[in-house]
């Protein structure tokens, strides 16, 4: 196993030193180039700033305002036809908003649930069947000054809500054998 780690290390070293020395026979000023896109990645870093704290503001308020609970009761029900555990919902909710936050939910719900639960691996696996719709939104959009986002924002959350409710239904179906 040793060996196989030692071997993915020089490969992936292997492969950057291919990929500048290939640069640089073709007349590429690599470190140039590599300074001149690592100012592009700051600067959109520095142009997004707002958006990224609009969103976590938003995120805050929405968790500190009691609002994540009223939700939670109001679609336990329609989260039962499918099989969804309720702790589930509150995840639900947050991952099209937040990336971290869902993260602490999904954290909170093994310390609750535990690990080796049914609703802890199905939190796990719908950490990875969405996206940050509402992230994304803010921030990518507003990089490049995208204004209009209606048209964008029901087949995203359409897609999270696949996602969600595939990501319940196949954790039931793997993970049952795991838990008889």
């Not at 702790?87 to 909710?93: F, G, M, R, V, W």
Request: neutral net charge; aromatic residues 12%.
């Amino acid at each position: 196993m040793i060996w196989l780690d030692l071997f993915n290390n020089w490969f992936i070293l292997a492969i950057i030193f291919l990929i500048v020395a290939y640069a640089w026979i073709r007349g590429v000023r690599v470190y140039e180039e590599f300074i001149r896109g690592a100012k592009e990645g700051f600067d959109v870093a520095v142009l997004i700033i707002p958006y990224l704290v609009a969103i976590l503001c938003a995120v805050a308020l929405f968790r500190a305002s009691g609002a994540m609970q009223v939700l939670q009761t109001w679609l336990a029900p329609a989260g039962s036809l499918i099989g969804m555990h309720s702790s589930l919902i509150p995840l639900a909710l947050l991952k099209p908003l937040s990336g971290g936050g869902s993260r602490g939910l999904m954290i909170e719900i093994w310390e609750t649930e535990g690990v080796d639960s049914l609703p802890g691996f199905t939190a796990s696996v719908m950490q990875g069947s969405a996206e940050t719709t509402f992230y994304i939104l803010a921030v990518y959009c507003g990089a490049v000054a995208v204004r209009r986002t209606r048209g964008v924002l029901g087949p995203l959350l359409l897609g999270d809500l696949a996602g969600f409710i595939a990501a319940v239904l196949v954790s039931r179906w793997y993970f049952a054998a795991f838990l008889d």
